[in-house]
């Protein structure tokens, strides 16, 4: 007759990081030189774990996004 054990067995959780479970993103207010035209535009550089976006603030239009793994450093500048 087999033996069945009353102890229950554990189940398996996923191990959560909580990097990649946040939504949005540490933005900046800067401003972007325009080569063609020599204006400056006013954008919102925003930062998340997955990527680097920058966006014109009056129009909302995407201006540059790019994989944030892609990013090799940052420099900092006075201008």
Same mark, same amino acid.
């Given at each position: 007759?087999?033996?069945?054990?009353?102890?229950?067995?554990?189940?398996?959780?996923?191990?959560?990081?909580?990097?990649?479970?946040?939504?949005?993103?540490?933005?900046?207010? &800067?401003? /972007?030189?325009?080569?063609?035209?020599?204006? %400056? =535009?006013?954008?919102?550089? $925003?930062? !998340?774990?997955?990527? &680097?976006? /920058?966006?014109?603030?009056?129009?909302?239009? %995407? =201006?540059?996004?790019?994989? $944030?793994? !892609?990013?090799?450093?940052?420099?900092?500048?006075?201008?």
């Amino acid at each position: 007759m087999p033996l069945f054990s009353s102890k229950k067995k554990e189940r398996w959780r996923p191990r959560i990081i909580p990097d990649t479970l946040q939504k949005g993103a540490i933005c900046w207010q &800067v401003s /972007l030189e325009d080569s063609k035209t020599g204006s %400056l =535009v006013h954008c919102v550089l $925003a930062i !998340s774990t997955d990527s &680097v976006v /920058l966006v014109e603030e009056q129009s909302r239009d %995407l =201006v540059f996004v790019a994989p $944030a793994k !892609s990013v090799l450093g940052w420099a900092t500048s006075t201008n």
